[in-house]
């Protein structure tokens, strides 16, 4: 009943902005919605709602940056007081701001502003990065006559196979881009017709190389002054404790407090390390509904002299040059854009060998992929690495060689630039 309830209040919604029509021609109208000429792009609407900070956040605002520089008219639509709108601030690209909730498609006053917007813009293709987004957002450019819409999908986790779903991507969605070649199987998994695999297109989280030069005579993949460490800066919790002393093997870990991320993984595995006598710091930066819970579980591991909380990184480079060894033990990733920090800064990566990690991680070259939930093989590589330098020096150098390679973010606006232009 929800997914039919919906499609009449779109298609009422939607009968505002389409000239009265006879009846037949009204039941072609998504058909007809859908323009097929190919004239040149008038402007690229970047449309991202979300108000913290993740992949997806920093794909639109990297990818925008570069394509505003490159001479594209660029839009960005971001959430009300977002990241994403505070960080482009200055950077000469127009902005817009609009909130939207995962029931915003069901309000008809949403619907009829985001038409007028796309329409006042001149919008003529659109990147759309949440589901939420895209079936307020996706309706309204396609009533507002947008040519191309697009849909980023940056989660690997399946698609549902529902009316809603079918309905949008058999009318709404023109391509879709995956962040991965997991991502882009995850969409089809539940429903093998829900759109056409031609037009999925895998495009790589790419970074910028030149702000990942991580110390003075960085050369470019090789050994030679990438994989020494520096002393960080002492974060909150880091103030009141040892703060990455010479000779303690450190691990760094980066990412929202969330269960997906497999926080509670680490700390177990760091409890066996401790266990087995390893003098190592684990430096935790990030945030999320979790913290709590995490800092609870320090506590009754007895990790305090050895965990630290350092807050949420405004400085990943800076927070890469402090430790010895990256881990990522996510039980999930669309595609892992701190893993790629990390490799570019020359650092061994270790995660669980699951959705798309082993795109990123050669296992064995570049670093370890363990199994997932396997706490004993995760504290076994750890160990290895803590007991190895000329090991870690090794992996770290040839991860940087991967990432330049096949994750620089001149490949990434490569690839987009040619599926913008196709």
């Given at each position: 009943m929800v997914p039919y309830f919906c499609f009449s209040l779109w298609w009422g919604v939607g009968s505002c902005?389409?000239?009265?029509?006879?009846?037949?021609?009204?039941?072609?109208?998504?058909?007809?919605?859908?323009?097929?000429?190919h004239h040149i792009m008038q402007k690229l609407c970047f449309f991202n709602s979300v108000s913290s900070w993740g992949g997806g956040e920093k794909w639109h605002h990297d990818m925008s940056v570069r394509l505003?520089?490159?001479?594209?008219?660029?839009?960005v639509v971001a959430g009300k007081?977002?990241?994403l709108g505070i960080r482009l601030r200055g950077s000469?690209?127009?902005?817009?701001?609009?909130?939207?909730?995962?029931?915003?498609?069901?309000?008809?006053?949403?619907?009829?502003?985001?038409?007028r917007s796309f329409r006042r813009h001149g919008i003529d293709t659109i990147i759309l990065n949440l589901p939420s987004d895209l079936k307020v957002a996706g309706l309204a450019a396609r009533?507002?006559?947008?040519r191309r819409i697009i849909y980023r999908r940056g989660s690997?986790?399946?698609?549902?196979?529902?009316?809603?779903?079918?309905?949008i991507f058999k009318y709404l969605v023109d391509d879709i881009i995956a962040n991965s070649q997991e991502t882009a199987r995850t969409i089809l998994s539940h429903n093998p017709h829900l759109f056409d695999p031609k037009k999925i297109h895998v495009i790589y989280n790419g970074i910028d190389l030149q702000d990942f030069r991580c110390l003075p005579g960085d050369t470019q993949g090789t050994a030679e002054g990438l994989?020494?460490?520096?002393?960080?800066?002492?974060?909150p919790d880091l103030a009141s404790g040892p703060s990455g002393r010479l000779g303690t093997f450190v691990i760094g870990h980066a990412g929202r407090f969330a269960r997906q991320k497999g926080q509670h993984l680490l700390l177990e595995a760091a409890s066996k390390l401790k266990n087995r006598g390893v003098d190592f710091q684990l430096h935790m930066a990030g945030a999320g509904h979790l913290e709590a819970t995490l800092r609870q579980e320090v506590s009754a591991r007895n990790l305090e002299s050895e965990v630290f909380f350092t807050g949420f990184s405004h400085d990943i480079k800076s927070f890469m040059e402090g430790i010895d060894v990256f881990v990522l033990p996510s039980l999930?990733?669309?595609?892992?854009?701190?893993?790629?920090?990390?490799?570019?800064?020359?650092?061994?990566?270790?995660?669980?060998?699951?959705?798309?990690?082993p795109e990123i991680i050669v296992n064995d070259k570049t670093g370890f992929l363990v199994a997932p939930y396997n706490t004993d093989a995760l504290a076994d590589r750890l160990e290895q690495l803590a007991t190895n330098k000329v090991l870690r020096s090794s992996l770290g150098s040839t991860g940087r060689q991967r990432v330049e390679q096949h994750f620089s973010i001149d490949k990434t606006t490569e690839a987009l630039t040619r599926l913008l232009t196709a």
């Open positions: 902005f389409i000239a009265p029509c006879h009846l037949e021609a009204q039941r072609e109208i998504p058909y007809r919605l859908r323009v097929t000429n505003h520089e490159m001479g594209f008219p660029v839009i007081r977002s990241e000469g690209i127009e902005l817009e701001a609009f909130h939207i909730t995962n029931r915003s498609f069901l309000n008809p006053l949403k619907l009829i502003q985001l038409v009533l507002a006559g947008v690997a986790i399946a698609v549902r196979n529902t009316l809603l779903n079918r309905f994989n020494t460490r520096t002393i960080p800066h002492p974060a999930w990733e669309g595609f892992g854009y701190v893993l790629v920090e990390a490799m570019a800064c020359g650092k061994p990566v270790v995660a669980f060998d699951t959705s798309s990690n």
